[in-house]
């Protein structure tokens, strides 16, 4: 399930039913009608360890304009007194690269509250660490990816593997990212290092390569996108030595594979 954070007074607002609605941008969690949305209640923004699930948001209507057909009735919903001040918020979040002709996600939601539901420890997650990785016997062959999101502290608080079928190297590799993006995006995690042994991949979406491969281009144009979401994000290089977690998920997963092959 997706996951929304907010700060602890709009949740106030929440409960009370005076805020049903909530504005996204850049497609962020691709977020549709009838999506059931965790909604968390940052009490202490500086405390993780003080957030709580408040309920769920069943989302009734999406509507999508750019910020200059924001109506005044929008933002007053918002709480935003000027579309200035709508801007400048998101300016904050998203830098400079918003602007009036920026695509705006207007979502409507009825919300039922719930009790005892603890959050795990990836959705109390700010920012994240995300380690990727992907790999094909045969190239192309039977391949696999996986993800692992760390806190800030390098510890692992959710990892996961995934069997590709028939695909190259580098298209395994690109589908880790994509794998891990999307759930980092529905967990509500807004900041993002993600590190992969893959110098193409890394190179390609930091903008250092051109993406050559036709096979490739729409994988990068996906990963691209959903990098967009984020407010923060960034792609690092490391040795492979150096990601073991995941290169071992995606080595059992084609061990696994191979040994299943066999038996039939």
């Known amino acids: 399930m997706k996951t929304l954070k907010f700060d602890h007074d709009l ?26 949305l965790r909604v968390l209640d940052k009490v202490d923004p500086n405390d993780s360890k003080s957030w709580k699930i408040l309920g ?18 929008e933002l007053k919903n918002e709480n935003y007194s000027s579309m200035e001040e709508a801007l400048e918020k998101f300016k904050g979040y998203y830098g ?27 959705m109390l997650l700010e920012e994240a660490k995300l380690y990727t990785d992907g790999g094909s016997r045969g190239n192309p062959g039977d391949s696999a990816c996986a993800y692992a999101i760390c806190n800030m502290d390098n510890i692992v608080v959710e990892k996961a593997g995934f069997y590709l079928g028939m695909a190259t190297n580098n298209q395994a590799e690109y589908y880790g990212f994509k794998k891990g993006l999307e759930r980092a ?56 030595e150096l990601n073991k977690i995941t290169d071992t998920e995606v080595n059992r997963i084609l061990d696994e594979q191979q040994r299943s092959k066999k038996r039939r």
């Open 56 to 73: 769920i948001a069943r989302v009734k209507e999406v509507v999508e304009k750019k910020f200059k057909d924001v109506s005044p009735e």
């Open 11 to 36: 949740t106030q607002l929440i409960l009370e039913g005076k805020k049903t609605s909530t504005w996204r941008l850049y497609d962020d969690k691709d977020i549709s009608v009838d999506d059931n």
């Open 185 to 240: 995006s529905e967990l509500g995690i807004n900041k993002i290092t993600l590190f992969s042994d893959s110098q193409l991949v890394v190179n390609q979406m930091n903008g250092k390569y051109k993406v050559k491969n036709q096979e490739l281009a729409p994988l990068h144009q996906e990963v691209a996108g959903l990098a967009n979401s984020f407010e923060k994000i960034h792609f690092v290089y490391l040795p492979r």
């Open 96 to 122: 400079q690269r918003v602007s009036m002709e920026t695509p705006v996600k207007i979502i409507y939601f009825d919300f039922t509250p719930t009790s005892g539901d603890i959050p795990s420890g990836a």
